[in-house]
């Protein structure tokens, strides 16, 4: 089955608007995506909803999904990345609202009775009342890095950061013994999925995630998978047939290697020897592969070196006028800069290019679209508008 009729329609609907209202031609320039992520599918649907046809997404694996993927054990499907769909703020997380939408099975993560679930390492559970002030105090401890947080985001904090650990001690209260450090686990290291004394309070406290969309957690207990949330959006506007995407814009395994950019086109090289050329570029690879050798960029990123393996940085070198323009500016606003600033036809998207919702399906999600000008694909569609 090709796209729905609706959905042509409303997509021709919003090309004619968009072309009437904004006075100027159709968009005729070409964008290749890399990456068939959350992020790189829905930087796809927002290219076609604004009128772009010409756009090809490669994926270097034989599938869509990126981190949200499932595996199979002995006939059962068990999810290999993304696991947890949030709930219960003021606001819906997209994800969420799609699983809604497929009804996908849920399980709520009552962590309501963890106080009666904790056991001794020489077995045994610990007494509840034991437990429930050690989450007291575990409490206590965050609330003073979610204070302390928003006092180094002030103007009076300047650039000053610090990590969870450097919170916790100056708290007095640092997790020892096995029941704070489990509880401290459960906390902190478990979400952040690196340890304390790595991870910085600023970026951290207070989880904009949840504040947002809420902490009810629902695990995805689907045998169609979390994935199934992304096939969904796909579905949306790339052909495709018994639930196979067919439409030639997506080609998969097809692993970029060089990016070379000149001044009025991009050329692309795949592992097999592929040759693409596109007016734009959106990369949605992770942190982890940017970091890597695997992408060359010719030139070389002037922005993103990897001087530090294997932590979570990114490098950044200004020189001259820029180095005076961005020393007068607020850390904020450089911070900003770096997750959304192109780098010619070079655009980023991907789940670490939204401080707000990083490391988060949400953050992918919100990543792709072009709403706000703090988005980072923004640039790209008000070329076109
Ligand atoms: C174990 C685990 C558990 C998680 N749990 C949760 C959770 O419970 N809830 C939640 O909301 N989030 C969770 N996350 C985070 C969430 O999965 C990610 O934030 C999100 O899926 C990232 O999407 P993305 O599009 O930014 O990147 P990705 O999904 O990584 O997409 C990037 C794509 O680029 C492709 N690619 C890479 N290099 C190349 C190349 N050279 N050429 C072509 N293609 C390339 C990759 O194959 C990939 O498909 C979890 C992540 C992990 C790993
Ligand atoms: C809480 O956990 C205890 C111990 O495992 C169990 O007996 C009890 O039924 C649980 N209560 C709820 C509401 O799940
Ligand atoms: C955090 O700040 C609030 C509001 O100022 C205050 O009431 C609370 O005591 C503080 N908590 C800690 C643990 O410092
Ligand atoms: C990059 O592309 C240009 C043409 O635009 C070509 O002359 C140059 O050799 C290429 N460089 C590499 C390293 O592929
Ligand atoms: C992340 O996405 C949300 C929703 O579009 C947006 O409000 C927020 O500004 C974005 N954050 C950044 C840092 O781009």
Redesign the pocket.
């Known amino acids: 089955m090709k796209v729905s009729c609706s959905v042509v329609v409303f997509a021709l609907v919003f090309h004619f608007f968009l072309v009437t209202g904004s006075r100027s031609p159709p968009p005729s320039d070409s964008v290749i995506i890399i990456g068939a992520g959350m992020s790189g599918i829905m930087a796809a649907k927002t290219l076609e909803e604004a009128g772009y046809k010409d756009y090809i997404i490669l994926e270097a694996d034989s599938r869509i999904g990126g981190r949200v993927h499932k595996g199979q054990v002995d006939g059962n499907t068990v999810e290999m990345g993304a696991n947890w769909l949030f709930s219960g703020g003021p606001k819906s997380s997209p994800a969420h609202e799609i699983a809604k939408k497929i009804k996908l099975r849920t399980l709520y993560s009552?962590y309501?009775?963890l106080s009666?679930?904790i056991y001794k390492q020489g077995g045994g559970?610990y007494e509840k009342h034991v437990v429930e002030s050690a989450f007291k105090v575990a409490d206590a401890r965050q609330e003073f890095g979610t204070n302390l947080s928003k006092i180094l985001s002030s103007k009076k904090g300047g650039d000053d950061d610090i990590s969870i650990l450097g919170s916790q001690r100056l708290f007095k209260q640092v997790p020892k013994g096995p029941l704070d450090l489990a509880v401290d686990y459960f906390y902190n290291d478990f979400e952040e999925a690196e340890p304390t004394r790595i991870s910085s309070l600023k970026n951290t406290f207070p989880r904009q995630l949840m504040e947002d969309f809420g902490e009810d957690s629902y695990f995805v207990a689907d045998p169609r998978g979390f994935e199934t949330v992304v096939h969904y959006i796909a579905n949306q506007f790339l052909s495709h047939n018994n639930n196979k995407i067919t439409d030639p814009r997506l080609q998969l395994k097809k692993t970029v290697r060089k990016i070379n950019q000149s001044k009025n086109k991009v050329i692309i090289t795949t592992e097999d020897g592929s040759v693409y050329h596109a007016n734009y570029v959106i990369v949605t690879v992770s942190v982890g592969v940017l970091q890597s050798d695997l992408i060359g960029f010719v030139p070389r990123l002037p922005h993103l070196e990897n001087e530090l393996p294997g932590e979570n940085m990114i490098f950044v070198t200004v020189t001259d006028e820029e180095s005076r323009r961005i020393e007068q500016q607020s850390e904020k606003k450089t911070k900003a800069e770096i997750m959304q600033q192109p780098f010619g036809r070079i655009y980023f998207a991907g789940e670490h290019t939204n401080s707000t919702y990083l490391g988060y399906v949400d953050g992918a999600y919100f990543s792709g679209t072009f709403r706000s000008p703090s988005d980072s694909l923004y640039p790209l569609l008000g070329r076109a508008t």
């Open positions: 009552d309501g009775n009666s679930n559970l």
